[in-house]
């Protein structure tokens, strides 16, 4: 094989890619789901469903997005940098989606003032 040809992409790369998918949405869903019930706003409205179901998978996909781009990134051999590299950067993008949908619109604040943070979030990162 030469220097210009790409090495396919193996059932491994794939299987993890599957699991980036669906480990990012869980996390993601899990996340927002805590952070729901603990400022009681719930997932019991299918609106707020709806935005469970919408958050979770933009997670999953911009993270399953963020491994194929690794991937191509450090050569399509080997499957452990890629995997390294992209679960802090999908641990970085769930705060910016904690900050969008930690409380569904027009929720009013009552139960974790201010803002409906909830209270093990840490100080650091603003929502």
Known sequence: MSGIEKAPYSAGSRAIGWGVFLGSGYVASVLLNS????CETGVNASANLLDLVVAST???AVSTSVWWL?????GRRGLLLPLLLTVPVCAVLLWPLMAIW???????????PPDNVPPWWPDQLPL
């Open 70 to 74: 690794m991937r191509g990134l450090t």
């Open 58 to 60: 933009t997670m999953a």
């Open 102 to 112: 930690h409380a569904p619109d027009g929720y009013p604040v009552s139960h974790c």
């Open 35 to 38: 952070t729901w019930t603990v």
